[in-house]
Structure formats: C-alpha cells, structure tokens
C-alpha cells in the first residue's frame, strides 16, 4: 500500500465517521490496485473480487461493492464527485455488500428484481450471521437492499455516458447483470467472466447457486452480440485491457471444455473423490490458479447427473 494510499483511507475514515477498531476496518485487502481499463473508468483488482467506478462531469458509477473492500478512496484519489448510482451484478457477498460505504453520497442502489429476491431469502440472513459473529469488519455496518429493481434492460444516462444494464438470466446466480458502456468499448461482467482463475460456486448461506448451462448459454449470447467492445471486465482475475471478446469466448469454451473432461470421467465410473484427485485442467486452462478447482469440479460433477448442488 502506498503512503498515498495510507493518507487516503485514514481521511475517509475521518470523513465517514468509522468508529470501527483495528487496522483491518473499512480498509482494502492487500494487493488491491486500480486498473484504467478505459477513459475515465476503472477497476479495482488484485484482492477478492473485482469492482469498477466511472466517472462522468455529473458523478461516479460504481459497479460492484464487498464489505472486505473499502473502494471510496480509491474513487476520491480520482474525483470528488459524488457516487451517484451504485449496481450490484449480483446478489454474492462479495459484490453486493460494500453499499454502507458509499452512504455519505446517497447513491441509488440499483440491482435486478432477482437480486432483491435473493436479498430478501438468504443475502441479509448471511450478512446479519457474519455481524453476529463479531467480525470487526461488519461492525456498525448495515446492508441495504436494491432501491431499484428492474428486468430485461435499463439504461442510465449520466454525464454524456450511456450505461446499459442487462438482467442476463440464471447463470453464475439465479440473476446475473451485466453493464455496457459504449462510448467507453467497456462491458463489466461481473462473475460471468473470470480471467485466469477458476470460476466461483456462488455459494450464499449454504447454497450453490452457479449453474453450468445458464452460463453457458448467457455466455453465448453474449458472443453472438458481437458488440464493439475492448475490454470486458471480468469479477474475478486480472483484466485484460483491449483483449476484447476473446475473454469471453475463453470463460464459455472453459465451461464446455471441463464439463467434457468431467463427464468422461463420470462414464469411466470414477466417483467425485476420484475426480477431485485425478483430474488434469485441459492445456489451455492448465495456468490457473488452483484455489477454486475443487468446487468447481463438485458443480460439473453434481449438475452432470442431476443433483443439483
Ligand atoms: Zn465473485
């Protein structure tokens, strides 16, 4: 972390009133960073998920927010503008808990209807059993649910920019949204792209949401769009600035590619222990990291045959 950095997050924690103990408070995981994926936006990576603002003459964007990340000072480095809308690509811990620390601005919280469902059934269960357990990052903070819900699409327009928002259907969560910025040739993703890391379960309070074909599906129509996109920001792992729709085409042949390799094991008789112990990643995947093979490899295995999971 920079000295730069340092002064940033002790002045917002004045500037927020954060009575919160220890070091670990309202302050970013190590190794976050920002990224300039385009003018004037920019993706917070490195550390847990990934988060993006943009700013515009008339104020900031945010899309996606994690408690375990504290992104406004990396937004007032840039601009003082104020947070005028703040989106959630999905109801996941890691992206949709990190509004408390944009309320000083009042953003409108915009989320699809899916995922003010999700609040209301296991998102707020989860972050109240997180807070009860003392976590010194939940103290004092609250999680509000979407004040805007919508399906299909909506646009926003703000400061010359128009920012199309998309509910995509049930893929990596029963409701995923994506957002395109065509005057910036940027498109986030949220966890429906992964760059160089295995994919998530999307597990919420005990369940795993993600959903092998949905994402395969969602994944597709979104290659077929053939939009005039540079850079799609993944929700995990490193962006890949200008390498255009060919993350995408990697995330949607990953999917095919592993469940392949999967269920020829399945029609071998290997058994999911088996699986977990002998499976090699296919050469083109082979350079990620490990860390989340393993449910992954539980997903392909239990959707194969049918048990859900
Ligand atoms: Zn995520």
Redesign the pocket.
């Known amino acids: 972390m920079t000295n730069a950095t340092k002064r940033a997050l002790g002045v917002s924690a004045v500037l927020l009133g954060l009575a919160l103990p220890g070091p670990a408070a309202a302050q970013s995981m190590p190794g976050r960073k920002v990224v300039e994926v385009a003018k004037d936006v920019y993706t917070m990576t490195g550390a847990g998920?990934n988060a993006s603002f943009v700013v515009t003459d008339e104020g900031v964007l945010v899309f996606d927010s994690d408690i375990r990340n504290n992104d406004l000072p990396f937004i007032r480095k840039v601009t003082d503008k104020k947070v005028i809308y703040l989106f959630a690509s999905h109801a996941?811990g890691?992206?949709s808990t990190g509004a408390w620390y944009f309320r000083e601005d009042k953003p409108v919280y915009i989320g699809t209807r899916d995922q003010i469902r999700a609040y209301y059934q296991n998102e707020l269960k989860e972050f109240n059993e997180r807070k009860a357990q003392g976590l010194p990052l939940y103290k004092g903070a609250e999680l509000p649910p979407p004040s805007l819900g919508f399906d299909g699409t909506m646009s926003v327009l703000m400061g010359g920019l128009t920012f199309q928002a998309r509910a995509e259907g049930y893929g990596h969560t029963s409701g995923d949204m994506t957002m395109y910025i065509p005057q910036r040739r940027v498109m986030f993703m949220?966890?429906l792209l992964n760059n160089e890391v295995h994919p998530?379960q999307?597990e919420a309070a005990g369940v795993f949401f993600a959903n092998i074909q949905g994402t395969i599906d969602i994944l597709t129509r979104i290659i077929d769009r053939k939009l005039p996109v540079d850079t799609y920001v993944p929700?995990?792992g490193a962006v890949h600035v200008g390498r255009g729709v060919q993350d995408v085409i990697d995330q949607r042949d990953y999917f095919v590619m592993m469940r392949d390799e999967v269920a020829k094991m399945v029609m071998a008789g290997k058994t999911l222990d088996q699986i977990l112990k002998e499976f090699k990643v296919p050469q083109r995947f082979a350079h990620y990291d490990p860390g989340r093979l393993p449910g992954i490899l539980r997903l392909f295995y239990n959707q194969l045959i049918e048990k859900g999971l």
């Open positions: 998920s996941s890691d992206h949220g966890d998530g999307a929700g995990h």
